[in-house]
């Protein structure tokens, strides 16, 4: 089975400016995640899809960061504007249930 | 989400010793999950416990999870090069109707040859 996929896998940018990131999540997993990961931290969750629906973006900056997932598959991330604090690898996962998460290659975003 | 600590920060190790980090948390756990991150790749799952006293085996790795289900522990045994990366544990925490995971922030795993 095809896994997470993500694009870009890198990306470099300069403050104030805007990036999206894409997200297609494993066929049939309901549930998709997105993650910022600063380098030498675990991930950290920013928002959460069931389907199409929003179930958790308590932890994403939402005067700057938006996400949506079109009809409950394909996912975007969006950063605007970016600041230094951004760079980081962002990482899509997605699951089937509560057993395991699958996360995709990520996309490393340099903000300079 | 509630922290789950992880020690040591860093280990490096010659290749054929033996390597453990230690995940703990302040208050039971339903369950822990185990992560391994290459150098430049991505979490990949390695390892759900759910039973108190849970001890698991993959080949050299060893999961064991605590009789209080506070703490977690990965062991590998005779360490290889293919063993280097960054190793989370990740505990579950519900939310808003939601399932997520809280990581810790790993332990890297470094092999001399």
């Keep these: ?112 | 989400g509630q922290q789950v600590m992880q020690i040591p920060q860093y280990q490096h190790v010659q290749e054929g010793e033996d390597f453990t980090t230690y995940c703990n948390s302040s208050t039971t756990l339903s369950n822990i999950q185990w992560y391994k991150q290459r150098p430049g790749g991505h979490p990949v799952f390695l390892i759900q416990l759910v039973k108190s006293g849970e001890v698991k085996k993959q080949k050299r790795l060893t999961f064991q999870f605590g009789e209080a289900k506070k703490n977690s522990s990965l062991h590998i045994t005779a360490t290889q090069t293919t063993d280097v990366g960054t190793y989370f544990c990740a505990r579950p925490y519900s939310g808003a109707g939601s399932y997520q995971l809280t990581f810790g922030k790993g332990t890297k795993l470094s092999v001399i040859p």
């Design chain 1, 1 to 112: 089975e095809a896994g997470v996929a993500q694009s870009p896998r890198y990306k470099i940018i300069e403050k104030r400016q805007s990036v999206a990131f894409w997200c297609n999540p494993i066929s049939g997993h309901a549930t998709l995640y997105w993650y910022q990961q600063i380098l030498g931290q675990g991930p950290k969750l920013l928002i959460q899809f069931q389907n199409n629906g929003v179930v958790d973006d308590s932890q994403l900056p939402k005067d700057r960061f938006s996400a949506e997932r079109l009809k409950g598959v394909d996912s975007t991330l969006k950063i605007q504007p970016a600041k230094l604090e951004d760079s980081a690898v962002y990482l899509c996962a997605s699951s089937l249930d509560i057993y395991e998460q699958y996360f995709g290659p990520g996309t490393r975003l340099t903000v300079t």
